[in-house]
């Protein structure tokens, strides 16, 4: 017998003007970003444990896979993320459970979407006690999942875009401690941002963590003081007064420079497949590209198009015809959602 079904859902994120001054390495920074869907859906299907019921299956949809684990002895070797969310979070006493993940974000496409996985995952165990997170400690706890449990390299404002949804400015003031400001906007400029935005996906994955890793490398004894970093965090503040002026060519500007400076932060962030959607974007007049989340040889970049909407499909047919592909963009206004069926 099925005794509660518990759903959470948590946006994605794109256009993360100031990126890498969220990290332990960059100490201080600040962040523009935007939360959007396709967003992370996770579905709890708890039961009392009977004699022979496995306490718990994981299954993980976008990759047909799913399996049982035993909550007392957790192994990370499948789906890391999710295995240590569960051991963090633990499980009731005498509870089945059986865990569902599903996105329509392409896995490793640099949106945040293992970010997003921690934080909805979170939310719904939260559910299943007394207590409850609010969306900072559930951005905080899904943080630390990945950074203390599981020994990568993560900033903190995916998680935050995950928890509050919309479209923020995150202050890092020592890392990881952070404030977030959701930028309210007229919903004219809500509806024009979504209908200019197009997200191209290059057809591959990234390795976040490992990327962090290859950037630290270069940047020296006291990364915290490099010249490319403040340049990061002053867009940062550059996009949010661009936003606030509702000077959208100037926010194109701003991510052409974001993506000039995420060049010169390592050669190896604006891989040649980015290049060439750049190049693209602009025969059809794009105002800017935005490299998302860490860059590298996978991922994907988030375009802001003239407003000439059939302009913006030419140039999505166009990207298509390269073997590129494009994601619909729904900006999200709200951050992590938990509710349980009723029936």
């Given at each position: ?57 994981i299954s993980a949809e ?81 943080h630390s999942i990945e ?195 009723r029936e």
């Amino acid at each position: 017998m099925i005794d509660r079904i518990i759903n959470a859902v948590a946006p994605t994120r794109i256009c993360d003007v100031g990126g890498w001054t969220d990290t332990h390495f960059a100490r201080h920074g600040a962040v523009f970003n935007v939360a959007i869907y396709p967003y992370v859906e996770v579905q709890l299907t708890a039961r009392s444990r009977g004699d022979s019921d496995e306490q718990l299956v994981i299954s993980a949809e976008n990759y047909g896979v799913s399996y049982s684990l035993d909550p007392e002895r957790i192994v990370y070797e499948k789906h890391p993320i999710l295995e240590a969310a569960v051991k963090v979070m633990g499980l009731p006493a005498e509870t089945a459970l059986r865990i569902n993940i599903f996105s329509y974000a392409p896995p490793g496409a640099s949106m945040g979407t293992s970010a997003a996985v921690s934080v909805a995952l979170v939310g719904a165990l939260d559910a299943l006690t007394e207590g409850r997170l609010t969306p900072h400690q559930a951005a905080q706890l899904a943080h630390s999942i990945e950074t203390k449990e599981l020994g990568l390299e993560c900033g903190v404002q995916d998680q935050l875009a995950s928890a509050y949804g919309g479209i923020n400015f995150i202050e890092i003031t020592d890392f990881p401690h952070s404030s977030i400001s959701g930028l309210s906007v007229p919903d004219s400029l809500w509806w024009e941002l979504e209908q200019r935005l197009l997200l191209a996906y290059i057809g591959k994955p990234h390795d976040s963590s490992e990327i962090h890793k290859m950037v630290i490398r270069d940047l020296g004894d006291n990364p915290h003081r490099d010249s490319r970093l403040e340049a990061l965090r002053q867009l940062a503040v550059r996009a949010k007064n661009a936003l606030y002026d509702r000077d959208v060519v100037l926010l194109g500007r701003v991510f052409d420079e974001n993506t000039d400076v995420q060049r010169a932060l390592h050669p190896g962030l604006v891989c040649d497949d980015f290049e060439n959607i750049i190049s693209i974007a602009k025969d059809f007049q794009a105002t800017g590209c935005k490299v998302n989340g860490a860059g590298g040889d996978g991922g994907s970049i988030a375009i802001l198009t003239d407003g000439d909407m059939a302009g913006k499909r030419r140039l999505q047919r166009a990207l298509e015809e390269k073997g590129y592909q494009t994601l619909p963009v729904y900006l999200s206004r709200r951050g992590l959602r938990v509710w349980e069926n009723r029936e």
